[in-house]
């Protein structure tokens, strides 16, 4: 097993290229529920994150499966948005919320939300919104100063990340162009409850199945658990997996995986689960090109593109009234066969957006 192997392998968990799902058999739904949870902290990167994963998938239907609640967005994982299928949000937060509350003492605490003042917020919440009734960023801003949460800062932003993190709401159907808040136990009436063991072993299986191979520290740091809990939740999930060995390190995946043919050029989003579900990203992200794709190390992923499972480069999109243009930012130049097929791949997103594709060069 080589690295060219073990990249297409990861293509194929993670329904890249010729392993995606087909349109029609599948919906947006089944590929988050696939991958379990999807960074989206940006969200016309994150609906792209999805179509790229789903031939024929537009962000209209990406928006749909939101609106009618299959789909969530929160912040299950690491503290960060994610899109999760409904009815796995609540063991998910049950998993990693103590230890992100715990994490976020501090910042609570110099923006004056004590636990006083996010007692009265939930309370607030509950009663304001109570029989279905959602609540755009403004108005839940609002309703947090007047329970007590200061007006200035990031005081507002860091009570509404609680109330999510623990369990009392969740975001909801899009309102215009911005997304609402919802009671999560009225958004999402029939949650899957398990055991913490049970939960474990769930959240590993399907991380190797949907990233595999990766390694235990991939999917601690992914699902940000103590190592401790990892291997626990390995442990459960052995006799639904395979293991494979490459250079001493010891990868977990899910069995029969077959690493298929090359998958040509891909567009991928920032933020994607390609890159960012991994603890160690050098498989796929040469590290002396890492700066190329987070300028400055600041946290901020741009859009990558990727030959063959190897991030070979970046991209930039344009939109102008209906229109787009897509400028490929390669790391050494693309072959014509590679610039056909990321011309391909740009027309599909601009697809997705519901958009003419202008030029893509």
Same mark, same amino acid.
């Given at each position: ?120 917020? /939930? ?6 919104? *109570?029989?279905? &009734?959602?609540? %755009?960023? !403004? #108005? +839940?801003?609002? $309703?947090? @100063? ?35 808040? /919802? ?6 009436? *029939?949650?899957? &409850?398990?055991? %913490?063991? !049970? #939960? +474990?072993?769930? $959240?590993? @299986? ?52 077959? #690493?298929?043919?090359?998958?040509? @050029? ?96």
């Amino acid at each position: 097993m080589n690295e060219r192997e073990l990249r297409r392998l990861r293509l194929a968990s993670q329904r890249i290229g010729a392993a995606r799902f087909s349109d029609g058999a599948h919906g947006p739904t089944d590929v988050v529920r696939w991958m379990t949870a999807m960074q989206s902290q940006d969200y016309p990167n994150a609906t792209w994150a999805i179509g790229s994963r789903l031939a024929g998938a537009s962000a209209a239907d990406v928006e749909a499966a939101l609106n009618d609640g299959s789909i969530v967005r929160s912040w299950p994982l690491r503290g960060t948005l994610h899109f999760v299928a409904a009815n796995d949000l609540n063991w998910m937060l049950a998993l990693s919320a103590p230890r992100m509350v715990k994490r976020a003492a501090t910042t609570l605490a110099s923006n004056g939300l004590t636990p006083a003042v996010l007692e009265r917020a /939930a309370s607030g919440a509950r009663t304001a919104m *109570q029989g279905g &009734r959602t609540l %755009r960023r !403004e #108005a +839940l801003y609002s $309703l947090m @100063v007047e329970c007590g949460v200061a007006a200035d800062g990031q005081a507002r932003y860091h009570a509404a990340w609680y109330l999510c993190q623990t369990g009392v709401l969740c975001l909801a159907e899009h309102s215009g162009k911005a997304q609402t808040f /919802a009671l999560l136990d009225e958004w999402v009436p *029939q949650p899957r &409850r398990l055991e %913490r063991d !049970e #939960a +474990l072993g769930e $959240l590993a @299986v399907r991380y190797f199945r949907g990233r595999g191979p990766a390694t235990v520290r991939d999917f601690a740091w992914w699902a940000a658990l103590t190592l401790s809990d990892a291997r626990r939740g390995l442990d459960v999930a052995l006799p639904s997996l395979e293991r494979l060995t490459h250079d001493g390190v010891e990868y977990f995946l899910a069995p029969g995986l077959s #690493a298929g043919r090359h998958s040509g @050029v891909q567009l991928l989003p920032g933020f994607d689960e390609h890159l960012l579900g991994y603890q160690e990203r050098s498989l796929v992200l040469p590290p002396d090109r890492a700066e190329r794709v987070v300028p400055g190390r600041n946290g901020m992923f741009l859009s990558t593109l990727v030959v063959d499972g190897c991030v070979a480069g970046t991209w930039r999109r344009q939109v102008n009234g209906d229109s787009l243009t897509v400028t490929f930012e390669p790391f050494e130049a693309l072959t014509a066969a590679q610039l056909r097929s990321a011309r391909t791949a740009a027309a599909e997103y601009a697809r997705h957006r519901g958009l003419t594709l202008r030029k893509a060069a």
